[in-house]
């Protein structure tokens, strides 16, 4: 197996997998097919990558770290075509990668952006396919709560308005160097069809979720003072004397869409 040596940088927040059998579990959910346009965000010391090439022949990676782009471009030699887009994962425009195809990301986020680079990917979320990520397993718990949950929040409307998430399997701290404090967990994201969201404006729908959660403890009547009345919440349904951790995402969807008619 390909693999270089470059130590770990605590202010990136990386931390690199060596376990053979997880990277073997996560090449095995992302099932690669001939002609799928693979993109991996933040390659790292190559433990998905290398694998991916030889199995896929092609692959495009994401890397912010410049330490790494020229280790990763020598270890890829007569495994595939590996193509190193250099630059902040913040700054990429997902739409513009690849033609008209639709993407397949894969990446073990760095853990202290994680929840910036989910927002970020998913304003790209029609020229997605899939996303597999790793991420602290208590961001995937949040992603996938259900409403009455106590981590049930913005993030887990935000996400499941616009995907299917599908929590797959933990990865323990011992499985990366450095070990992490926390346990990890891989998650699948399947964007929903533009035609099935159903949300009319998206920044309505962000200031209504923000809002609702922005002090949990409080009703929505008071949470959303700023944005709609009592009645206009029971209008679609919604008790103003509830809290934002009760509703379901389509509650919220039904409201940001009465507020932005």
Do not use: W
């Not at 729908?205 to 409080?218: L, N, T």
């Amino acid at each position: 197996m390909s693999h270089f040596k470059a130590p770990p940088k605590k202010n990136l927040g990386q931390h690199f997998l060596t376990d053979r059998n997880i990277i073997e579990q996560i090449v095995h959910a992302l099932d690669p097919k001939p002609g799928d346009l693979l993109v991996e965000i933040g390659p790292g010391q190559g433990a998905i990558t290398f694998p991916l090439l030889k199995k896929h022949g092609h692959l495009t990676v994401i890397e912010f770290d410049r330490d790494l782009i020229t280790p990763l471009s020598e270890a890829a030699h007569g495994l595939g075509e590996l193509t190193i887009v250099h630059k902040d994962v913040l700054q990429v425009d997902f739409n513009k990668l690849g033609a008209d195809q639709a993407i397949r990301l894969i990446g073990n986020l760095p853990y202290n952006i994680s929840t910036p680079i989910l927002f970020h990917v998913l304003s790209h979320c029609q020229k997605i396919r899939d996303m597999h990520f790793m991420l602290q397993k208590e961001v995937v718990d949040r992603m996938a709560a259900e409403p009455g949950s106590k981590v049930y929040g913005r993030l887990s409307v935000t996400l499941q308005a616009l995907c299917e998430v599908i929590p797959l399997f933990d990865v323990p701290p011992h499985s990366f160097n450095p070990p992490p404090k926390v346990d990890s967990a891989v998650v699948r994201l399947i964007p929903r069809p533009a035609d099935t969201v159903g949300i009319h404006d998206s920044a309505m729908f962000a200031a209504v979720v923000r809002d609702a959660f922005g002090q949990r403890r409080k009703t929505l009547r008071n949470a959303l003072s700023k944005l709609c009345t009592s009645e206009q919440m029971q209008a679609v349904d919604i008790k103003p004397e509830s809290r934002a951790e009760q509703l379901p995402v389509s509650a919220f969807i039904r409201l940001a869409n009465l507020l932005s008619a």
